[in-house]
């Protein structure tokens, strides 16, 4: 049975909502990487997520997880999380796959050397509790760089 125009439309606007909504849950997560919000980052994992960090074999349970792994970022004075190449694909109705890249700006101190690395997200997601929830993830990153920084410079 072939979906005639309207059929299609729906469908299209379904997946750019979907598309929308499931960028959000990773922006989501990178807000609360830089504000240390630990508690809005475990939320957005559902209770029997498994993740996978820096090519580590141990596995994350739960958002729980994810924050025990992710508080190291609190040795760092400043960070910035920034995403692109974000691609997502149904694979039914409650699960989704998310493939994206990060790039991270990582500062220990004040005035000191900032890493920047560049991560690979790949996720699936489930529809569950009226929103979408990471149930698994593997974090990957693929190269760093570390560079001297130096003061803001405001132009006049």
């Known amino acids: ?91 039914n109705r409650r699960t989704a796959r998310a493939d994206s890249k990060v790039v991270a700006f990582l500062q220990a101190t004040e005035g000191g050397p900032v890493s920047i690395r560049s991560v690979r997200f790949s996720d699936e997601l489930v529809w569950a509790q009226g929103r979408w929830l990471i149930r698994k993830r593997r974090h990957t990153p693929e190269f760093q760089l570390n560079v001297d920084s130096v003061p803001p410079i405001l132009s006049q």
């Open 1 to 91: 049975m072939t979906m005639d125009r309207e059929q299609k439309e729906r469908q299209l606007k379904r997946n750019d909502r979907i598309h929308l909504e499931i960028g959000r849950v990773l922006e989501q997560y990178l807000a609360a990487l830089d504000s240390r919000d630990w508690e809005a980052l475990a939320a957005l994992f559902s209770k029997d997520s498994v993740s996978f960090y820096n090519n580590d074999p141990d596995e994350l349970r739960g958002g729980e997880g994810v924050v025990s792994f992710t508080r190291r970022l609190e040795q760092f004075q400043a960070t910035t999380h920034l995403p692109c190449h974000l691609t997502v694909s149904l694979i």
